[in-house]
């Protein structure tokens, strides 16, 4: 299943933004999620995952800025991003962690 980010645009450094991902009419989506990015000329990178529960890991860059969280009544999976910096500018994907599916994926812009 190809699951579906939205929730990005431009934010002022030390603005915040909150992503959310979804599979497309509603299905779960109870197993491991991954939040990825991939900025321009750089390789897609995983910043944050949750697993079927709630433990999370993040990439030290985002530590202490993003959090990952699901909520199972509404099959939603999010990524709160707060003190954004322009080194954050990417385009931002979810994806089940042990899937290789890719879906659509939504512009973060970070202006300094």
């Known amino acids: 299943v190809q699951l579906q980010a939205s929730g990005g645009g431009l934010v002022q450094a030390g603005g915040s933004l909150r992503l959310s991902c979804a599979a497309p009419?509603?299905?779960?989506?109870?197993?491991?999620i991954g939040w990825y990015r991939q900025a321009p000329g750089k390789q897609r990178e995983l910043v944050a995952s949750?697993?079927?529960?709630?433990?999370?890991n993040y990439v030290d860059s985002v530590r202490g800025r993003f959090t990952i969280s699901r909520d199972f009544a509404e099959n939603t999976v999010y990524l709160q991003m707060n003190n954004l910096i322009p080194e954050d500018t990417a385009v931002y994907y979810c994806?089940?962690?042990?899937?290789?599916?890719w879906g659509q994926g939504t512009q973060v812009t970070v202006s300094s």
């Open positions: 994806k089940g962690l042990y899937s290789d599916s």
């Open positions: 009419g509603g299905t779960d989506i109870t197993y491991p």
């Open positions: 949750i697993g079927s529960s709630t433990s999370t």
